[in-house]
């Protein structure tokens, strides 16, 4: 992950599985914090964790290519 504000590479800070309590599929993501030291960034990133059924690919993000 890249900070917005130097485009530097971001450093991974933290990195912790957590779940959606407020759904029913009991779907894991692996949770990654990552943080920019010059600029004070911090930024997020969930990722859904085994497989994703075709049920559950709704709840997938469309991520545009930069």
Same mark, same amino acid.
């Given at each position: 992950? $890249?900070?917005? &504000?130097?485009? *530097? *590479?971001? =450093? %991974?800070?933290?990195?912790? %599985?957590?779940?959606? +309590? +407020?759904?029913?599929?009991?779907? =894991?993501? %692996? @949770? @990654?914090?990552? @943080?920019? +030291? +010059?600029?004070?960034?911090?930024? !997020? %990133?969930? #990722?859904? =964790?085994?497989? &994703? =059924?075709?049920?559950? /690919? !709704? $709840?997938?993000? #469309? #991520?545009?290519? /930069?």
């Amino acid at each position: 992950m $890249h900070c917005p &504000i130097c485009n *530097e *590479e971001m =450093t %991974l800070w933290k990195e912790e %599985l957590a779940s959606n +309590k +407020k759904s029913d599929s009991n779907v =894991t993501y %692996l @949770r @990654r914090r990552y @943080r920019c +030291k +010059k600029d004070d960034v911090w930024g !997020r %990133l969930e #990722v859904p =964790t085994g497989v &994703i =059924t075709g049920a559950d /690919q !709704r $709840h997938v993000p #469309v #991520v545009a290519a /930069q």
